[in-house]
């Protein structure tokens, strides 16, 4: 079960932006993601790699933490607002769910949820 502490010390280091050391420094070596009902991706070095993908395409990505995290016992929810801004075009904002579960004090397993029309561009 991970400490309130340590899931606030991940949220703020996802909020500064530092979305792949975030994954180095609290996801077990053996960690999985899923996107909606997408199959997961496995293995940290994978998730690092994939994030630091993400991040290169986009001038700017903000981040909010709209809730307090929910904690109980190894699972952790975290509800947040991502701001997507590309070099050129009109930024895309989303709003997603993680569900974590942890091990220990760290992430073992999450998967995303949230509505991919989000991510369309505006008409």
Known sequence: MPERDRVEA????????????????????????????DPPRMGRDRLVSEERATMGRFAAIGTELLEPPLIEGDRVVLRWRFTFTPA??????????????????????????????QLRPPR
């Open 88 to 117: 050129d075009g009109a930024p895309v904002r989303m709003e997603e769910l993680a569900l974590q579960r942890w091990a220990g004090d760290r992430v073992a397993e999450e998967r995303f949820f949230y509505d991919p029309r």
């Open 10 to 37: 991940f949220a703020a280091m996802v909020l500064a932006g530092r979305h792949d050391q975030a994954i180095l420094d609290f996801y077990h070596p053996d960690a999985s993601m899923q996107e909606n009902q």
